[in-house]
């Protein structure tokens, strides 16, 4: 990376074009006193009372406070048939807040390869990164994000699936560096608009599979703890062991995703994540909907199973005071080793959420100080 490249990214500021594909594009940057950089996860939630339109102007108003406070990144992640969930196509969410945002590093947590051809999302990024240059990420994942019923609908006309997602990556990076093989049925092709830079490539994943192959791509590696916090220290040494020296990494970089909530007290913050855990509970009983209101996860009849469900899902929050959740977010990133943390507050009520990730940028020390 140039010397102006590094000056503008201390500075705030996109790199320049041309560089996205590299380390330079892939490391985040701890700004004040933060001992590591932190991004937000962001679903564009739909709590019970509230419309999906305006969840999405809730979601544009938190990328832009998260840019004041300090976070490095903002991604979306896409998904289907969920009522509770506004963000169903990232590359149309991620455009729209790139025009109200300027420095922020903006991308998809993630958008589902195996639902989508890879010219299609070739295509879709490099308009993302024609229109907000040097700050497109592209994270992929290979599940559906959805029930089977809905992924058959999506993938209708695509013959493969996530037992396919090495081969669709590889199609889709040649798409992208428009670097296809001679004589290649795809040679000839093109993804447009295609300019000097494109967006740099992240493998998401919850198991082992992505995170093996991230490591052997020499590519940045996402792993969703708040799904899967059993299985998160296993995954990243697994990828770490698997990394091999690229084009674009010299060395293994991991960020986790992690469930985060702060209040006024320990009290508040684990009734507010209650809310999303009601919420939780009844996608895995097949019943999606809107995000609870607090009110109603306190006064749910939760049976003997529902309730150590709830237990379960709640132990891998980390939740309660400002002090609390940074504290409780330093022992995790040492715990596992991650690079950078990427905290998400699914929980109802667009303020509660807004403060929620405000407290934890000021006790995190992005930011001396919070509206």
């Known amino acids: 990376m140039s010397t102006e490249d590094q000056q503008a990214r201390e500075a705030g500021q996109p790199a320049r074009p041309g560089i996205g594909a590299g380390a330079g594009a892939v490391h985040g940057v701890a700004r004040g006193t933060a001992p590591a950089p932190l991004s937000i996860l ?13 969840a999405l102007v809730a979601t544009t108003e938190l ?14 992640a896409e998904h ?3 009522p509770g969930v506004a963000s169903s196509t990232p590359a149309v969410l991620l455009a729209h807040l790139g025009a109200h945002t300027s420095t922020l590093r903006l991308g998809s947590g993630g958008v589902m390869l195996p639902n989508h051809a890879p010219l299609a999302i070739a295509e879709q990024f490099g308009l993302l990164e024609a229109l907000h240059p040097g700050r497109i990420d592209l994270g992929l994942g290979r599940a559906p994000g959805t029930d089977q019923a809905t992924a058959r609908a999506l993938r209708r006309g695509l013959a493969e699936g996530a037992d396919d997602f090495p081969q669709q990556l590889a199609e889709l990076t040649h798409f992208l560096d428009g670097d296809f093989p001679p004589g290649h049925p795809y040679a000839r092709l093109t993804a447009v608009p295609k300019g000097d830079g494109r967006p740099p490539l992240w493998l998401l994943g919850s198991s082992g599979f992505s995170a093996r192959l991230a490591g052997q791509l020499g590519l940045p590696f996402a792993f969703a703890h708040h799904f899967s916090g059993n299985n998160t220290v296993p995954a990243l040494d697994l990828y770490r062991s698997s990394f091999r020296p690229s084009e674009v990494l010299a060395e293994p970089y991991a960020l986790i995703g992690v469930s985060a909530v702060a209040a006024d007290g320990e009290a508040q913050a684990r009734r507010l994540a209650r809310s999303a855990g009601l919420g939780m509970l009844r996608l895995r009983l097949g019943m999606p ?9 306190e006064s749910y009849p939760y049976s003997p199973a529902e309730a150590d469900f709830l237990d379960d899902w709640l132990s891998n929050v980390v939740l309660g005071s400002p002090g609390e959740v940074a504290d409780g977010l330093e022992a995790l990133r040492k715990r ?6 990427m905290v998400t507050s699914h929980i109802h009520g667009h303020e509660a959420r807004r403060r929620s990730y405000g407290l934890i940028a000021q006790a995190y020390g992005l930011t001396a100080q919070v509206a």
């Open 289 to 297: 909907g809107p995000i609870p209101t607090p009110e109603e996860a």
């Open 336 to 341: 596992t080793g991650a690079d950078e943390l």
């Open 80 to 82: 289907h048939g969920m």
């Open 63 to 76: 990328a832009r406070s998260a840019e004041a406070w300090g976070y490095h990144r903002f991604w979306v």
């Open 42 to 54: 962001d679903l564009a939630p739909v709590g019970v009372g509230h419309t999906p339109a305006e």
